[in-house]
């Protein structure tokens, strides 16, 4: 039995958590039940939070590797650090409405998983809120385990024969061709994935889809894209879907494995600052696995 209180966060997924303190959470001490929740509903809110950085950083490195895409950069002696998901600069200021940075807030407003596009992707985003907005600016969910349940068997079945090619500069063209340009958009090359990814752990399925999608093995990316939108819509149906209106202290995380999620616009005249870390998944999450069916 979870010693940790619960209530449904919606009718298909996700759960809010109560009377917890992320501080007092250790490798031994209630993070195996966090874990399990984690597992079992994919989503997790747990709000009145005070998570500074290192505390932060403590809590999603029980969870696995924490993801640096600019590993291959650094210079010896970097101490990891939240991700800022801001368009406050780093004087104070806020980010112009067509700069590189807010457009790609803005193309984060897509359908999208983290990390899709690199060779090892995301396991799971816990994003916190330190500035939030008083309009607009929520964080949507939507659950690709809810949603493949919900579909035919028929079509489960060839879902899981389908491997879908992501690129991160699909996603960033879709807002602007010259985003879609930068060097960074371009720094990997397309992975292949299959498009079900099964849990570990309790063998439910999601579909692995996202913005960055823009071919489907086998297909032309003429073809797929028709294909790929309406699995988009159905998995981001109002049934599926859960959107949040963020206040300061909140934190919510979510399974990549089994979640679709996106900012909403917010007037870019007000500043909004989450703190995120994402970390990477293992063999162990399934990685080795996925890594076979497209090998």
Not at 9 to 35: K, M, N, Q, Y
Request: proline share 6%; net charge negative.
């Amino acid at each position: 039995m979870t010693t940790i209180k619960t209530t449904p966060l919606t009718e298909s997924f996700g759960v809010i958590v109560h009377d917890l303190d992320l501080a007092d959470v250790t490798e031994d001490h209630l993070f195996p039940e966090l874990r399990a929740l984690f597992e079992e509903h994919s989503a997790l809110l747990i709000k009145g939070q005070d998570l500074p950085g290192d505390v932060h950083l403590r809590l999603a490195k029980m969870f696995g590797p924490v993801e640096d895409r600019l590993s291959d950069e650094r210079e010896e002696g970097y101490k990891e650090e939240v991700r800022p998901v801001s368009n406050v600069t780093d004087s104070g200021g806020l980010t112009g409405e067509m700069d590189m940075h807010t457009m790609h807030l803005i193309a984060n407003q897509q359908w999208h998983i983290d990390s899709t596009f690199i060779p090892t992707p995301s396991l799971i985003n816990i994003l916190t809120a330190k500035v939030p907005t008083d309009e607009g600016g929520e964080t949507e969910l939507a659950s690709t385990r809810a949603a493949f349940a919900a579909l035919p068997a028929a079509r489960q079945e060839e879902l899981r024969g389908m491997r879908f090619w992501h690129k991160y500069s699909h996603s960033r063209e879709r807002i602007s061709p010259e985003l879609a340009k930068h060097p960074m958009f371009h720094k990997w090359p397309p992975q292949c994935w299959p498009a079900v990814w099964a849990n570990p752990v309790n063998g439910k399925e999601g579909i692995f889809v996202a913005s960055h999608v823009y071919q489907i093995d086998g297909m032309s990316p003429q073809e797929s894209q028709p294909i790929i939108d309406d699995l988009v819509a159905h998995c981001t149906q109002a049934a599926f879907t859960y959107s949040h209106k963020w206040e300061k202290g909140d934190v919510l995380m979510w399974d990549q494995r089994a979640t679709l999620h996106r900012g909403m616009p917010w007037d870019l005249s007000k500043p909004r600052h989450l703190d995120s870390v994402c970390v990477s998944m293992t063999d162990a999450d399934g990685l080795a696995a996925a890594r076979a069916a497209v090998a």
